[in-house]
């Protein structure tokens, strides 16, 4: 869904490292607290590994203060961890995030 926002403040923009416990791989996320247009509602928008690969995390300071539509889709996901216990998890992800050339 395409949707009218922004984002406050350097401090809404938080970055996660995880590290694979198979392989040691570490991977690097991020989430975004995002204010939304009608109706009004902050929101935690979730920014994958790839995204953060691509560049996305460098760009996202660029928005600060300014109104902006981003793209995002609401995934729901469950599974079974290590250990055997079930683990659900919900929320908002980027898919696209304008382009800041002009």
Known sequence: MKIQGQIL???DITTKSRTNPNT?????S??????????TEII???????MV????LEALPKFIGKP????????AFSFADDNGKHV???????I???????
């Open 68 to 75: 902006f539509e981003v793209t995002l889709a609401y995934r």
């Open 30 to 39: 991020a989430v975004v607290r995002f204010l939304t247009f009608e109706p």
């Open 96 to 102: 696209h995030l304008p382009s800041t050339e002009k």
């Open 24 to 28: 040691g791989e570490v991977t690097k």
């Open 53 to 56: 690969k691509g560049g996305v």
């Open 44 to 50: 935690d928008v979730r920014v994958s590994d790839e």
């Open 9 to 11: 403040s350097e401090t």
């Open 88 to 94: 659900s998890m919900s929320g908002f992800h980027l």
